[in-house]
């Protein structure tokens, strides 16, 4: 299903611009990790979406860290970004592409209008699950794009290796919606 729905955006929509989605990531605690290392994985992410979904004006997108789950906020920045808030903390890349991933789909989704209209509202369950598969689509694209190494990965120590086959099988991500379990 992941696979037909990518190849449907791709043959009914032009690509993005390269600089089409611009990502600032808030100097704040990220456990042990460097911004500039957090943004590189965040590119990556964003670049493995961003030709499923055309457009003509940039996106821009402030990332900051939480504690609580991750989400984007409906209210936009002082500079107009979306505000995206994530739980990855520490140097495992992982996690950030796929928490970045399922918060930028809400985004290309047009997330807000759940704000606006009670009856999308009712449907954001499906806007759930899409989100969740663009995260799993980004992890293995990412993975294949790791696996080929013909293009630059930048310079983040253990990239690759969390990236690999192996790394994404340690990853075990629990599930983006918190439910209590009985």
Known sequence: LGTALAALALASAPARAADAIEIRVADADWGEADP??????????ARELQRL?????PLRV????????????????PRGEHHVLLRARGTNWAHYAYE????????LTNHGRHARDPYAARHQ????????????????RLAARVRSVTEPLGDVPGYV??????????????????????
């Open 36 to 45: 500039a290392r957090i943004m590189v994985v965040l590119e990556d992410t």
């Open 53 to 57: 979904f055309p457009g003509d004006a």
């Open 62 to 77: 402030l990332v900051s860290p939480t504690s609580r789950v991750p989400m984007v906020l409906f209210e936009r920045t």
């Open 100 to 107: 970045f991933a399922h918060e930028l789909g809400h985004i």
């Open 125 to 140: 369950w499906f806007d759930e699950a899409v989100c969740e598969m663009l995260s799993v689509y980004a992890l293995r």
């Open 161 to 182: 290796q969390m990236f690999s086959l192996s790394g994404l099988k340690k990853l075990a991500v629990k599930p983006h919606s918190q439910t209590k379990q009985r």
